[in-house]
């Protein structure tokens, strides 16, 4: 560092300046042999004294007016600083010992500026995961008290028309269990998670935590996941596994038995026998129609199905889907009436419309009476047609209406499997009406029979 732009040069400077003037100011009063005369002395005294006072302030005023300047900026930008203004500089003077001090400032100024903005967004990060996420959180003070919730906790919890800041969570809408857990987390000091229902068919995952300052407890977060959904899903999934391996074990029973009885003797019964191998022919129909309707309807439930729409006329289509079930509709002697106006056509995809129409009459036929009739008809209605199926079979209870086109679901358990129903036609036909974005519908009563109706978009 150059020593002649230090702080402490320019003092020095400022001070030989003075003692220089008063050395001057002192050799007015001496006489052509270089002594003070006494009288020029007396005489001339005070001027001496206040000229050597002016010279004095006029060096401490010169050094105020180097230093004054740059003080006052440095000043001002430590002010500038503090309010938070870190974008801003102080101006870099030429005194040393000013210039590092002014470098030092600035440069933390930008190092402060820098972790605000890194602070600064990584709080608009959390906050915006705050905001959207699907969990509910709340956040409490060490005795319980709201401090904080999302939006999605106070959806959850039913907040309308009033801010739960402030409030305790037992004064909230099913804040009991949650007030509780907080209370648990609070005074152990560690986690504690469990599951309750705040309404009915509602159920939530909960996890309290403290929080931790020092060592001391000072408040908690409490996390609430909605795992109605999932849950239904797992119960269903383990309804699916049970139905499929009850399904899949009355045939496999009936095989085996069948085989047994063969390889024991009945093989060479001539009259016997056939009625064995017969019996086994059709429970292996019944278990090659059980996994074509799962891989139908995995397929259409996995998302990858698609609708290659086009023009069908819907009467060729029901005689079509008809004519595969001649054969059952003359053994029990039902008559089937093709009521679909002629030149009546959806953009539908044939084969998954066929589909449909197959499992409807087959299910109509089935459990028509004998003797009886299937009416197959469809009409125009605004934005879409509606095609009906209907029978005047024993008819469906009321009470088992609702879930008619839930997967293995049946009415009537026995008869079904008697007369080798899978459980799943009727599944396969809501999931495929759907894809074509139509809707399914039943309609019966006990005695009168049932009309089994969907729509598609015209």
């Excluded at 003037?21 to 005489?43: C, E, I, N």
């Excluded at 391996?245 to 009945?266: N, Q």
């Excluded at 519908?441 to 049932?450: K, L, P, R, W």
Aim: glycine share 12%.
């Amino acid at each position: 560092m150059n020593f002649f732009s230090t702080f402490k040069f320019r003092i020095a400077l400022s001070y030989a300046l003075a003692a220089l003037l008063a050395l001057g100011a002192a050799a007015l009063l001496l006489d052509s042999t270089g002594a003070v005369p006494l009288a020029a002395l007396r005489g001339h005294a005070l001027s001496v004294f206040g000229l050597s006072a002016l010279l004095a302030l006029g060096a401490g005023w010169l050094a105020t007016l180097l230093l004054a300047r740059q003080f006052g900026e440095i000043i001002s930008g430590s002010k500038r600083f503090a309010g938070g203004d870190f974008d801003y500089r102080i101006p870099v003077g030429s005194s040393g010992e000013l210039r590092r001090l002014s470098e030092t400032l600035n440069f933390m100024a930008g190092e402060l500026g820098a972790r605000m903005r890194d602070a600064e967004l990584r709080r608009l990060e959390l906050e915006a995961a705050f905001r959207d996420m699907s969990e509910a959180i709340f956040f409490t003070d060490g005795a319980g008290v709201i401090t904080r919730m999302n939006p999605r906790a106070r959806q959850l919890m039913g907040v309308k028309g009033f801010e739960p800041e402030g409030m305790r969570l037992s004064g909230m809408p099913g804040g009991d269990e949650l007030s509780s857990a907080a209370i648990k987390a609070l005074s152990s000091g560690g986690p504690v998670a469990f599951e309750f229902e705040p309404a009915p068919g509602t159920l939530l995952a909960v996890s309290a935590a403290p929080i931790l300052e020092g060592g001391a407890v000072r408040g908690c977060v409490l996390v609430a996941r909605d795992i109605t959904g999932p849950r239904k899903l797992e119960t269903m999934r383990k309804d699916f596994v049970a139905n499929v391996s009850h399904e899949l074990k009355t045939p496999l029973t009936a095989i085996k038995g069948c085989a047994e009885t063969l390889l024991g003797g009945a093989l060479e019964d001539k009259e016997h026998g056939p009625q064995f191998a017969k019996s086994i022919f059709e429970q292996a129909v019944r278990l090659e129609n059980l996994v074509d309707d799962l891989l139908k309807i995995s397929y259409a439930e996995s998302g990858k199905a698609r609708a290659e729409k086009s023009a069908v006329e819907l009467k060729a289509l029901a005689d079509q889907s008809a004519s595969g079930l001649a054969g059952l509709m003359a053994k029990k002697k039902i008559f089937l009436s093709n009521l679909v106006p002629a030149g009546l056509a959806v953009s539908a995809d044939r084969g998954k419309l066929a589909q449909v129409l197959i499992n409807l009459l087959d299910n109509a036929v089935k459990y028509g009476r004998e003797g009886g009739w299937v009416k197959v008809s469809a009409s125009e209605e605004p934005g879409a047609v509606r095609v009906s199926v209907e029978n005047n079979g024993p008819g469906i209870p009321a009470e088992h209406l609702p879930h008619i086109y839930e997967r293995f679901y049946r009415a009537d358990k026995a008869r079904s499997r008697d007369l080798g129903g899978t459980g799943l036609g009727l599944s396969i036909v809501k999931h495929l009406v759907e894809l074509h974005g139509g809707s399914v519908g039943v309609e019966s009563s006990e005695a009168s029979g049932s009309l089994f109706w969907f729509t598609l978009p015209k």
